[in-house]
Every structure is written in C-alpha cells, then in structure tokens.
C-alpha cells in the first residue's frame, strides 16, 4: 500500500502523474507559478492538505490561472478507489487535471 | 419495435444529478463542502444498487457498468434520426478517451431520449464529452443514464449492448478517424 502523505498541514502543491486504481501520485514539489505553467502544458498537479476548502480553493486558482474557464468534476465510481476530484479547463484543451485531496481521498 | 403509446418521461440521473454537480462546483465553500459528502454518499448509493444489480446482469453490461469513460469525447452518437433505412433497434455511440476509440452499441427496447437542454447551465457546450452514467434494470432490459458536458441527460433503454475498443496509432491519424466518425 503507498505511503499517505495527507499530514501535510496546509495546501502543497507537487507535480502528478497516475497509478493504478485512480491513485494520484505526487512528484516534485510546486510553486504556484510552476504548477500553472504544468497545467497550461497540460500535465497534471495535485494539491495536498488537510483543508478540503483551502485545496480546492488553490485547485481551482491554479486552473483558471492557467486555462480561464474552470469546472469541478467529483471522481466517478469506475475512475479507481483511489480517484481524487479534479479541477479541469472548461473547455479542453488542454489535457490534464489539478486534482486536489480530500477528508476521505489522498494522494500517495 | 413498436412506438411506445406512452410519452416518455424527461430523463433524470438518479444518483450523480445535474444539481449535485452543480452544488460540486459552488464557489460558496460551504455549498462545496456539502456537496463533496453528498457526491460520496452517492457513490456508496450507487455501488450498492449496481451489486443489487449484479447477479443476473449479463457479462456485457457488467462490463458497461465498469466503464470509465468520464471526460471521455463524444464523437457521435448514431440511432438513425435522419436515415430511414437505419435499423430502429440499434444505437451506437462513439467515444474517444486516452487514444482509444469506444464504440457503445446498444440493442433497444425503446427510442434514446435526451433531455431539454437546460438555459441555467453553466459550463461549456463547447468540445461535449461524456461526465456520468449510471445503469438501472426495467422490466424489458437495462436504462443506461449518461450525463454530458453541456448540461443533457441521456436516456438510453436497452437488451443488450456490445462495447468494442480500438487503441489509435497516433495523433495524426486520430484527426482522420474522428473526420469519418
């Protein structure tokens, strides 16, 4: 079982790639301006912390910084237990998602 | 396949609703916060009423059932509305979702349904792409429930359906498949 890192006490930002069942793994660490120039790639991030508003909050700054038009999309029951939510250009282009932690869905 | 005599109802999602994806997306932290219980609730909801479901489905729609096709593209969808010559009880869909090329072909029992397009909707209707499904049984087959990007929800009755799954070569060629599709 990966390791949990959602002790984090306040939003972090790493680099994101996918693992199986939906599971988000975090990469390199983040500045801000960092992760809105990966998501105007079109690569994925994730925001990790213990506050559910203050990641989202950040999730989605990051995303409208980089693309404009954002919407939220919860995971869907098939994405893999370990699916997070995801902030996402509204619409694509680009490819890839700030995905951001929850109470109940970490990152690994 | 005979007309239903009965008007069909709107279609509505049972479980991940338009509202409750709505409410996902309120910049009103609170209304957020609830929704994102709410969404979790409706995941625990919907697993349990797909392994009501289970036993006597059969392996296809099992293997619909499991299908992640979330932000997958909506390339079309086929059910003969301008073809007379189009076979009454089929409709295919087409998908495209990290280069593979989905194609959903059902068997109907009765006519697809979308919903009236919704003017409160907010997010793009722009580049449509597939958000949620849910399966439900009827007494003639299966209903397939999908929720699109631009707000519609689609009702799609069935006996049986078929998913075929073909990986692209590359990008290049993807544009060409999606100009014939």
Redesign the interface.
Known sequence: MPNNISSIASPEIFAASLGRNGAVKCGSPLTESQAVAFRQLGLDVVVCGTN??AN??LARKIESQANG?V??????????RYAL?HC?P???PPAGHTFYE?P?RQAF | MKRPSVKRSEPKMRF?TPEL?LR??SEV?DI??RA?DD??TA?CD??LHLKGLRKAMPASVSAL???????AEWVGMDNGKNDAAWPKQLAIITLLKDNILYSLIYQLVHPVVFSVQKSAWP??S??K?W???EIDSTPEGYLHRILT?DGRILDIPFRSVNINQVRLPGVAKRNRVRQIA
């Open positions: 559910l508003a989202r909050q038009h919407k939220l999309c919860p995971p869907h029951k098939n994405a893999g939510p996402q509204d619409p694509r929850t109940k | 991940f994806y996902f997306n932290e957020a916060d994102n969404w979790e995941l919907y697993e059932a499991r299908l992640d096709l979330h932000d997010f793009s722009k580049s792409h958000l949620y499904d990007s």
